[in-house]
């Protein structure tokens, strides 16, 4: 008769954790060590996260920690009331993170991590989903690389072996006398829409940066005086 699997015997010492849970515990346990570590903590808020820039502040600031993502492990490290708070005020610190924030750990003076911020503003492609912030209008007649944003003179036709793709993402283009052409002007997107994914491939195609990575210092806590001091008002913020 076989041996039925319901009899089965599996020693829980041979079970590993789940990986999601291990890296809670671990982001939990390395913001508890670094309130102890640090005397500065920010709260920062992003538009339009990228995680290449990101890394870029991480590097820049190597004297410090910075923690992204998983807000509610970040706040209940650092004490969601005053009887769980590690340390004084950091109570009021946690009502802050909340949405697309991030934790930054420092030796630093809140001041000059707030300038490093206001200075750190990248130019990048917006994605789908961004509401646009300019009108694009691209002219009738051949299409050019930049798509009209400049002098022609300046610029050089788009290359006819992207006729058939910027065909694909919405524009009724077609090859005259081997140049890509428009019977009229093509309206790509205009300001306060939200783009699509073929809106965002063509201004990526034409080279028009309309999307600004920015970081946002929101509230930070001292161990020097133990209080939370507000900085800006958390908005939502586009990805």
Known sequence: MPVSKR????????TTKKPARENNERL???IQESVDTYPTILVFSVANMRNTYLKNVRSELSDSRLFFGKTKVTAKALGLT???ELRPGLAKLTKHING??????????????IEYFENFVKEDFARMGAVSPIDFVVPAGVVYSLGGQ????DDVPLAHSLETTVRALGMPTKLNKGKVWLDQEYVLCKEGQKLDSKQAALLKLF?????EFAVTPTAYWTSETEEVTVLEKEDAMEA
């Open 150 to 153: 400049m002098p022609a003179e």
């Open 7 to 14: 009899n089965k015997q599996v020693s829980l010492t041979q």
């Open 207 to 211: 080279g028009r940066m309309t999307a």
């Open 100 to 113: 697309n924030v991030g934790l930054i750990f420092s030796p630093r003076k809140p001041e000059e991590l």
């Open 82 to 84: 005053g009887e769980t």
């Open 28 to 30: 939990f346990t390395n």
